[in-house]
């Protein structure tokens, strides 16, 4: 039976709302006896002090027995830790003053080792290694290091810590060109006896042949091999040193090479084009780590020349054993990760790996800072890793750490702006599922070959008659405009087809020839799709700007187009002239379609109160087709409920019946400062809507009468993540199923997560 009863009075309506099963993340059917890693807790770092502090979790690592996690936390100047005993359920546990900034933090035995920078400036350098016991969070002890601090890793059998001592350059300074001093090097820490007799030993860097800047090695990442075999990345000048700690000595130095790359994205352009290449791209690796004793891998980010946004597998001798090419951009754009912004920077930018192994098999873990993923690799052939799983993270992921013995794997998101509904975090994931969480959405290929490009999917319709097939569209993130087909029967749902808009008929250009680009393709502000009575679609594109205001002006109306199934623009409606005068930024952000196809009408949803409209009451505007005009209700908006004076509007409005919608409501905020996601029912039964008279005069529009059908917050919270602030799309399929999904912002201020949730009517959860 229906979920979704039509024509039921408002009380069986609540009652079917309250029969409603929890929603869950769409998971990725695995018929295969792999396991899998799936998120399983979220702990935003404020925890540790207060929800107004900025924090920043940039390195973590656990207490022996992996019951504490401990992170740096360069913001508060301090180490911070958290109770994971039971890892579902991480509790803040306290954090320590370590006087200076740290960079980096590893164990040994009872103790944590935070290196931190007390440095005045880039010149006159400076930095301690501070001893922490884990239990009673005490410093034990303080070693002078001589200069700044980054990278430091213990030795497999406890006896050496290496720390790299960077003294990194001044970016501003000469537009950061190097060679800079004072010079970094790698200090040797001798842990015998108790903290306060370890003693240091130093390794040069400089002078080494091959070097970019033999005078300015800048070491960044260090780890050590059972050998006690360290592995230092020099990364601006794109090479890599092993150093026997035990002798103190450098027993191999190489560079790190470089990378052809093709088919990737190298211009802002608000665009993902995978058409574009880049020669000889130097690797400048950061983050490194062994694979086993004679093979190492790096984490190419780039950071003064280079970046060539993959991984690279090499032995001791510095031969090249595997390179993923464009292979990690690819599989970010199929996730809809891609960071179009940094495009002509450095992509994706791999930051930081992990080589653990779990249940006899090896993994390799790949976090990418602006893509916001962790990439997990079978490498138990290293010479040919087999992509298993896409995580998503926290923004900026840094720090990642594996704790095999219990089944835990661990990513440090720094980025940490409240402002922006964002909040650093650890994120914690569990292996052995067979089931995988996430992805909820990726891509086929486009006719190019390539991964088909997508995200900010800002609108969700239903086939009427196929259950499986779904339509989304994205908002004006990207340009040339696209709706996409989307099969829900796969598991993740998969974009199988990219339809492009186009003004052949000059119908929008006769609107506004700004939306229109030289090859016919359209740039609008997508917020809405219904399937058309008639084929093809309706699309609502948002207005941009506030009719009077300096700050924000205005530039473009709100629309409904009609678009064929191939994507010509065949109808442009406009509201009336009354209406446009009163237009503020926040417009059109849904559309639905009822009657027949003689007689289509359609109804949109204003996002928020337009000028003169009274305090918490948005429009929702009735087209009627056949006689080409426009009337009003208004809808109730809920009272904005959060301590940063957030706003409420609609966000979505998918049709039940010709007299019944649902609606999302929600506010503007995301994580712990969200309150109002929410799915709210109403009927037009019994009430006319009515014209608008223009500025100057006030029109009683009739007021809506809202049943809430769903809370989502609980249902947000389920996926294990931070709460996501932009549910954006909502679709009822033929089968009565409904379906909701958030809108990315194309990974600017986000970490790039789409959730596609859905609700079942048979009371299991999907």
Request: proline residues 4%.
């Amino acid at each position: 039976m229906s979920l979704f009863l039509k024509g039921l009075p408002h009380k069986q309506i609540i009652a079917s709302a309250i029969a409603l099963s929890l929603v869950s993340p769409v998971s990725i059917a695995d018929d295969s006896s792999d396991k899998s890693f799936n998120r399983i807790a979220t702990f935003p770092v404020f925890l540790n002090s207060s929800i107004e502090n900025e924090t920043v979790a940039e390195i973590v690592a656990a207490s022996k027995d992996g019951k504490t996690l401990i992170y740096t936390d360069g913001k508060m100047e301090s180490i911070g830790f958290v109770d994971i005993n039971n890892a579902k359920k991480p509790k803040p546990s306290g954090i320590v003053n370590v006087g200076g900034e740290p960079t980096s933090v590893a164990i040994k035995g009872k103790y944590a080792l935070a290196a931190v920078n007390t440095s005045e400036d880039f010149v006159n350098v400076s930095g301690q290694l501070v001893v922490i016991d884990i239990e009673k969070q005490k410093i034990k002890a303080s070693i002078e290091l001589g200069g700044q601090p980054d990278s430091i890793a213990v030795s497999p059998d406890g006896k050496y810590a290496a720390i790299v001592i960077e003294n990194e350059r001044d970016e501003d300074l000469n537009d950061g060109e190097l060679p800079q001093q004072p010079a970094g090097k790698l200090l040797i820490v001798d842990l015998k006896g108790k903290p306060t007799n370890w003693t240091t030993r130093s390794v040069e860097l400089t002078g080494l042949q091959g070097m970019l800047y033999a005078s300015d090695p800048e070491p960044e990442y260090v780890d050590i091999n059972k050998d006690n075999i360290a592995v230092v990345t020099l990364q601006e000048n794109n090479h890599i040193a092993l150093i026997d700690l035990a002798k103190g000595t450098i027993v191999n130095h190489f560079s790190a090479g470089t990378q052809d790359l093709d088919n990737i994205d190298t211009a802002k352009d608000g665009s993902i084009s995978l058409d574009s290449s880049l020669t000889a791209v130097p690797r400048e690796p950061d983050g490194v780590s062994w694979v086993n004793k004679s093979l190492l891998v790096t984490a190419d980010e780039g950071d003064l020349n280079g970046g060539s946004r993959g991984y690279t597998i090499y032995n001791k001798g510095g031969d090249i054993v595997f390179e993923s090419g464009n292979s990690v951009e690819h599989t970010i754009v199929r996730h809809g990760h891609y960071p179009d912004k940094r495009s002509a920077k450095k992509g994706n930018e791999p930051e930081n790996v992990e080589v653990a192994t779990f249940k006899g098999d090896k993994y390799l873990f790949v976090n990418s800072e602006r893509a916001s993923v962790a990439l997990v690799y079978d490498i138990n052939n290293p010479e040919t890793p087999v992509l298993k799983q896409v995580l998503p993270t926290a923004v900026k992921p840094e720090g990642l750490l594996a704790i095999p013995g219990r089944k835990l794997f661990i990513t440090a998101g720094e980025e940490d702006a409240r402002d922006d509904k964002i909040r650093s975090a650890l994120t914690i994931y569990k292996y052995g599922s067979k089931e995988v969480g996430y992805p909820t959405v990726i891509s086929t290929d486009s006719s190019d070959g390539n991964p088909m490009p997508w995200g900010a999917l800002s609108g969700l319709a239903a086939d009427p008659t196929d259950s499986d097939i779904m339509y989304t569209v994205h908002d004006s993130f990207y340009n040339k405009a696209r709706v996409f087909k989307m099969n829900i029967a796969d598991k993740p749902a998969v974009l199988t087809e990219e339809i492009t808009l186009k003004d052949s008929l000059g119908l929008l250009a006769a609107i506004d020839l700004n939306m229109v680009n030289e090859d016919g393709t359209v740039n609008i502000d997508q917020e809405g799709i219904a399937i058309a009575k008639n084929g093809g679609f309706w699309i609502a594109s948002e207005g941009k700007g506030t009719i009077g205001d300096v700050k924000k002006p205005f530039e473009t109306y709100n629309l409904v187009l009609g678009v064929s199934v191939e994507g010509v623009i065949e109808q442009v409606v406009t509201l009336p002239t009354e209406t446009n005068a009163r237009q503020i930024r926040f417009g059109f952000e849904g559309v639905a379609s009822t009657g027949t196809a003689e007689q289509e009408v359609l109804f949109v949803a204003f996002q928020r109160e337009w000028a003169e409209d009274p305090k918490g009451l948005v429009r929702i505007g009735r087209y009627d087709i056949n006689s080409a005009s426009w009337s009003f209700y208004y809808y109730p908006l809920e009272t904005p409920d959060s301590e940063l004076g957030a706003w409420v509007g609609l966000s979505e409005i998918t049709a039940v019946d010709d007299e019944s919608f649902m609606v999302i409501e929600r506010d503007n905020q995301g994580n712990m400062d969200a309150a109002i996601k929410r799915i709210y029912q109403f009927s037009t039964a019994g009430l006319t809507a009515l014209a608008d008279t223009g500025l100057g005069t006030t029109v009683d529009f009739p007021v809506l009468n809202k049943v809430l059908v769903r809370d989502l917050m609980k249902d947000l919270a389920k996926t294990k993540g931070l709460i996501l602030e932009k549910i954006e799309g909502m679709a009822i399929t033929a089968d009565a199923d409904l379906y909701v999904i958030n809108d990315n912002d194309g990974v600017d201020d986000s970490n790039g997560e789409t959730q596609l949730l859905k609700i079942n009517n048979d009371g299991r959860d999907d």
